[in-house]
């Protein structure tokens, strides 16, 4: 084919995709950290041993779980508004990713909390505590441990996903590939280089969060 | 109205049936246990010695009966329980230490959360007592290395932070290798020796005979037998006790 390829324009743009690179880290670490809090919340929920907030979270669970993450960011973007819920592009991008997240976290956690000992609970029970304190002192830190691999591999499918939420205007890296295309039409050099970005953004997750995982878990196993 | 009979006893099970299911696991248990004594309980497998003892400090819930402890009447549903858990410190079979805590810490956590102890303070009494258990040396290091003896002897002193008035034993030495039995078992006898109250399951036949008030003999979630250790063994009146003995004490 006689296709020449140029990535000058693709290079002479580089302020807009670290705009874009700034613009997915941001609110993809912000949706993790809030969606794995809230995803705790909801895994608390689904062991509860009342029924009601257990049924919620079962239900809000399986609602994000079997609905696509582009439907839900329509809904939070386009539909809201309608109950007089106004967002930006990027309010609505931060908040469907959170809300998608704590799904996937709560179910990974729970696996965590399960594969927890009972004679865990006991000791801290017999020792006079009470259910959240053993929650937040004797079994958490080893639940996310014994799921830490799968968490991060939940982060990092989030990260990719928040590629979507260019279709909401929110200013991520798609976002400015598209905008670039548009004023360009390299789409071959620039979509095949906002792929390398992706690859490398995803190593950087999958490095920095081995990091903080093996600060927070230091401690040896049995 | 009863205070003062039921206060001299540091536990009072009267009437206690417990069932899993349609499966009766204890059957109108009858115990008392004065301040200060020393109880080991021992049976078959199955016979409902844990759940008796998880009984004492609402691990387990009853249907029936009541339990007393100090003076305190454990509420059916366990309202009262943390009142209760105050007095009575537990020791587990597989120790059951914290794996993300450090020896220090796994003794402080429940003085900072429950009691609300300073952390100064917490860590001077969670030394005094890892001194105690001689393993104060080890403070610093996560339950992971650290041997089955020594876990054990650690998880002692961490019921021994709280205070307890009473202290209960569910096996202690059964996961560990021969050979650090005895230190677990020396530092029972110590505690014992401090006249603290104490129930122990154990088939540690040497140890009853040691520190032992009375020794008590489950079977099928009844208490078959109780008696003063030289009674007990060298002439027990029931045959299920006399063909328990014969099995464990010709291993
Ligand atoms: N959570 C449970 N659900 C159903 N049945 C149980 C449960 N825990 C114990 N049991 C049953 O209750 C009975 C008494 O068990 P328990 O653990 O008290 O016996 P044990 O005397 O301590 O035995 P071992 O020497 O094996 O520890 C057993 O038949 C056991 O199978
Ligand atoms: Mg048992």
Known sequence: MTYKYDFEPVFAAWPMLV???VGTLKMSSLSMVMGLSLGIVFMLMRMSKHRAPRALAIGYIEMIRNTPILVQVFFVFFGMPAIGIRLSGEQAAILAMTLNCAAYAAEIVRGGVQSIRPGQIEAGRALGMHGLDIYRFIVFRPAIRAVYPALCSQFILMMLNSSLMSSVSAEELTYFAQTLDSQTFRSF???????????????????ALGMIGRVYFSYPAK | MNGTSMSEKAIAMSGVNKWYGHLQVLKGIDLEVGRGEHIVLCGPSGSGKSTLIRCINHLEEIQQGT???????????????DHIRRDVGMVFQQFNLFPHLTVLQNCMLAQRRVRRTPAVEAKEKAMRHLERVHIAEQAEKYPAQLSGGQQQRVAIARALCMDPKIMLFDEPTSALDPEMVKEVLDTMVSLADDGITMICVTHEMGFARAVAHRVIFMDRGEIIESAKPDVFFSNPSHERTKAFLSQILNH
């Open chain 1, 19 to 21: 705009d874009g690179i």
């Open chain 1, 189 to 207: 050099e620039i979509y095949l280089t906002l792929g390398v970005i992706y690859l490398a953004l995803s190593q950087f997750f999958s490095i």
């Open chain 2, 67 to 81: 339990v007393t402890v100090n003076g305190t009447t454990l509420a059916q549903k366990g309202g009262n329980a």
